[in-house]
């Protein structure tokens, strides 16, 4: 879990730069269960491990991307190679029996098992490794690495393959960057396994806008996507005369009041900005759209926390109970998490997740009070709804983020 934003800038990295990204690659390495597998003599490991790094980048280099992320004050923290499917040709493989020498035996057997996971795809990129030293670990680099690359996959329709070194990283920063598993897992021994992961590619049509369409268009079925006033929203409702839409991705970070107070969303900061800024920012058009609507004060379920007067909004945010209704009920809202006093945490998490205009995953607030009134219910960035919450004035600088909702009419 990312537990401080900082200031992070991705570029591609220089040849000259090729130490600095096999010593990240080394240090990152150091105690990866696959080079202890592959290399079980601690004495050979280090030097077979940094030539191994040492011919996937320079082949990275050549037919791929090589990316280095930097923060202030502390220079290269992390490191990202990848190259399109069928970059690693017979003399690679050649080359790489040179580098593992007395490993060499291993590393065939891992070839074979990772070949016969490869996707049978002509088109894709190879994620190979990705690393970042220890003293950068939980600042969300991972994540501001994978997203700058996906943003040009994404331009260009080209899906992702993966190979993620645990069941954690899988469903954590692999999970949040839109990768799933695939197929079954890697297993070289009972210690070492790897998760086959795929990127599927974003669909190319662009999504349909709706300034005058009827109840009954194809367009506006319930988890459809749809543009409106220049941003993707998705479908959670139909009626006869309006929609129920709620913003695709997180459209703005700041905190859910502007003090740390007892506050309630019928007084907050935030639904001030949602109704004044944000809808003053829409054309005139997009406003005559926008139904006025009773956006109901749900205490929080759990904690018995009241929510305050029921209020009449233009845009509002998703209460935890609509949460429910609209991505999946496990009924832990109405019977608690057993394994949790402060989270709902079940198989809707996946779909629960948003990312921000960047793809970076990001909390995004709801309505629903906390434990205490100063305190905001959320979901967080892996997708599980905070029952506890957390505290209105948090920094916009930790990245909670904002999905307006709002009836369309029809």
């Known amino acids: 879990m990312v537990t401080q934003q900082i200031e992070v ?34 004495e050979q490991r280090g030097a077979i491990r940094d030539n191994f790094f040492r011919l996937h980048t320079k082949i990275a280099y050549n037919k791929g991307t090589v990316l280095i992320a930097e923060v202030p004050d502390l220079g290269a923290v992390g490191v990202y190679i990848t190259y399109p499917n069928g970059s690693f040709v017979d003399e690679n493989y050649a080359e790489m029996d040179v580098v593992t020498h007395e490993c060499r035996e291993r590393y065939g057997l891992a070839v074979e098992a990772f070949d016969r996971h490869y996707p049978p795809v002509e ?10 030293l220890p003293n950068a670990h939980n600042y969300g680099i991972g994540s501001a690495l994978l997203a700058h690359r996906f943003r040009d996959l994404d331009a260009r329709g080209i899906p992702s393959y993966c190979e993620a070194v645990s069941r954690r990283v899988a469903g954590g920063l692999c999970g949040r960057s839109g990768f799933q598993p695939i197929g079954d897992p890697i ?11 795929w990127r599927p590619a974003p669909s190319k049509q662009p999504f349909p806008q709706i300034n005058c369409l009827k109840s009954d268009d194809e367009h506006i079925a319930v988890g459809s996507v749809v543009t409106f006033a220049n941003h993707e929203w998705r479908v959670l409702e139909v009626q006869a005369t ?58 929080n379920s759990w904690f018995g926390t009241n929510a ?13 109970e609509d949460v429910v209704t609209y991505f999946g009920d496990s009924k832990q809202l109405w019977n608690k998490n057993p394994n949790s006093k402060f989270y709902i945490s079940d198989h809707f998490n996946a779909v629960r997740k948003a990312v921000d205009l960047s793809g970076t995953p990001r909390w995004w607030w709801l309505r629903t009070p906390g434990n205490v009134p100063s305190l905001a219910a959320g979901v967080s960035d892996d997708g599980r709804i905070v029952m506890s919450g957390d505290f209105v004035n948090r920094s916009p600088d930790f990245g909670k983020g904002v999905r307006p909702v709002l009836w369309f009419a029809v």
């Open 187 to 197: 297993i070289l021994d009972d210690n070492v396994s790897m998760y086959p992961m």
């Open 242 to 299: 309006k929609v129920l839409l709620l913003s695709e991705k997180i459209l703005a970070c700041r905190p859910f009041h502007d003090r740390f107070e007892d506050i309630s969303w019928a007084d907050c900061e935030l639904r001030e900005y949602l109704n004044n800024d944000f809808y003053g920012s829409l054309d005139a058009e997009s406003q005559s759209k926008i139904v006025e609507t009773r956006v109901p004060g749900y205490k």
């Open 9 to 42: 800038t991705i570029r591609n990295a220089a040849v000259e730069e090729m130490d600095t990204v096999i010593h990240i690659f080394n240090v990152g390495f150091e105690k990866d269960p696959f080079f202890r597998w592959l290399v079980p003599n601690p």
């Open 308 to 320: 305050g007067d029921d209020t009449i909004d233009k845009i509002f945010l998703l209460s935890a």
């Open 123 to 132: 088109n894709f990129e190879y994620l190979l490794y990705m690393a970042i």
